[in-house]
């Protein structure tokens, strides 16, 4: 498991660098303890973080209100709270069931 994501419970903790201005909306892969993500939204007015969500809520098939940025609102590095995501890119794996 990599330390840029992790299970607590039925959440989904993930550790994020987040590239506003991207050409494109993408998960741009692991670097270091994050996962980096391209959004087209600028950072600007808070824009970026409701483009983010709304685009990470799509992804993971959950709610806008599911995803809750837990630190660095103000920042490009975050970490970000997903509740009970009900769809999982290959790069994560699902929580283990003991």
Known sequence: MGTWFRWDGPDLIL???VVPKAAS????GIHGDRMRVRITAPPVDGR??????AWLAKLFGVPRSSINIES???GR???LRITAPTHLPDLIPPPQTR
């Open 77 to 79: 590095n975050k970490r």
């Open 72 to 74: 660095g609102a103000l």
């Open 25 to 28: 909306d993408e998960l741009a």
């Open 48 to 53: 970026a973080n409701t483009h983010l969500v």
């Open 15 to 17: 550790q994020i660098k």
